[in-house]
Structures are given as C-alpha cells and as structure tokens.
C-alpha cells in the first residue's frame, strides 16, 4: 500500500508504548487532518546501560485496544532486527542542545532518539510528526534534526496532558509507590510557583530555583537532577528573566526518574 502516491496526508506519531491519555491526545491532534501511522518501539539505543529499558513497561495488547478506539489507522510495531539489524553502525548526532538539561545525566541518550526517529520518518514517510512538549528537549532535537538534514515533514508540539492530580502522564508513573505518586505531585507545584514568582515580578531565576527546591525536596527519598530556567530555544541557562523562559526539570523519585516542565512568559 502506497498512502503518500494516493494524496493521502499521513501523520505520525512515534511512541514506546504504555500508552495513556497524553499519548491520545497526539493521536487526536493527528487524526484531525491526516491518516494517522502510530509506532510503538522501545529503543534499546537510547537507554544506557543500567537504565530501565529491560524494566520498561510493554502491555502492547492493552496498547492494540487504544490505538484502535483512538483513531489509529496503521499501528507499526517493528522488531528490535527490523530496525537495528545485525552490524548496524550510523547515528545521528545533533550537537549542543543534546549536551544540555537531561543531556548532562544522559550521556547518548538524544543520539539514540534522533537516530530511531529519522530511521522511522525514512521508514512511515510522514508528511507531519507529532511530538509532546513533555519531552521539551526531544522535540526540539528532532526539530533540529528535521531542519539541519533538510527533511520534509512538519513537526507539531503538543501540550502537556496531565492527570487530576497535576502529574504529567508518563508511562513511567506505573513505576511509583502510592506514596512517590504523592510526592511527584510536588513537580507540577513547584512549576505553579515559578510562573507565579514571575509574574509578580521575580526576575532572579535562582530565587525561582531554589523556592522550587525547597517545595520539591519536602518528599522523601527525592534527589533533584537539575531545575533549570533556560531559553526556550537554545536551553541555555537563563540568570535574569526577562524573557520568555523554559522551566524544566528532572527528579528522582525512589530512584524513579520523572520530568516536567513549562514556558512562562515575561509580560
Ligand atoms: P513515549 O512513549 O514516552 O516515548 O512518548 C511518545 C510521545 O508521547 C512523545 O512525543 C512524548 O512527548 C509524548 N507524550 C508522553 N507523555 C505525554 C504527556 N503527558 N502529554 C503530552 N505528550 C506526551
């Protein structure tokens, strides 16, 4: 079947699986004007060793049922060989912004993203992709990517979706204890708390960081990786704002690591 020879507009939207609410929500942005591809590949090359990726949640019967009742019009589930064949040695390396945020705590880990992801744009041949602004630093690597090697697709950033409690959804939050579910709530305080300390006039972005500290260390076992306020393109690090800034930040809650973040504006 040849969907882009017949004028169909095919969107994508790549996952790993343990699908939930935030993964819908991509497939009903993509469903609104395309025929929509889903993947669902756990991608050995952007875990490090001792990361989860053995551990990583895998219910793809459960995940075949919401595809479906969601709109998905092909489900691509490749096979590790599919996609990595036996003496397989290129990458993709876009340089800097990998280097920043998780980047620093996740040595490879974006080489091995942008690698499957041109490897699955070359494979579906969308004409758009569907990323979540969860994943804030991802989104803008395939972005570079698409934009440094001349590829033709449009990328879309979708917003947060996030449970009643405020966590942002993540297939990863089967992992939490009832108590660190608790505990993770306090990511999405301590967002709150940095757009309010900006609007009314904060412009220290350490004032703001160490506040967000303070509200998210209040649970046990929490070790914060980093909070950062960056800009929102280049995800350097910002000192004064007075600009439109990226909140961003990875914690480890029990060991299980969690992000989240937001855009504030500066009126
Ligand atoms: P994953 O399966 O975790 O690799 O995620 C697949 C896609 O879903 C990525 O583009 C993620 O950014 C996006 N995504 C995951 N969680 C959420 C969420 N809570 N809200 C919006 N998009 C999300």
Known sequence: MN??????????????????????HLIERARSNNTVILSIFVNPKQFA????????????????????DSGVDILFLPSTDEIYPEGYKTFVNVEGITDLLCGRFRPGHFKGVATVVLKLFNIVMPHRAYFGEKDYQQMLVIKSMVRDLNLDIEIFGIPIVRDDDGLAMSSRNV??????????TSLNRALKVSREMVK????????????MERIIKKGDGIEIDYISLCNPETLEDIKIVDTRVLVAMAVRIGGKRLIDNCIVEVK
Do not use: C, W
């Open 3 to 24: 969907l882009r020879s017949r004028n169909n507009s095919i969107g994508f939207v790549p996952t790993m699986g343990a699908l939930h609410k935030g993964h819908v």
């Open 49 to 68: 060793p001792g990361e989860d990726y053995n551990r990583y949640p895998r219910y793809i019967e459960k995940d075949k049922v919401i595809a479906t």
């Open 175 to 184: 992992y939490l204890g009832r108590e660190e579910r608790v505990s993770a």
């Open 200 to 211: 009314s006039g904060e412009m220290n972005a350490q004032k703001i960081i160490s506040e």
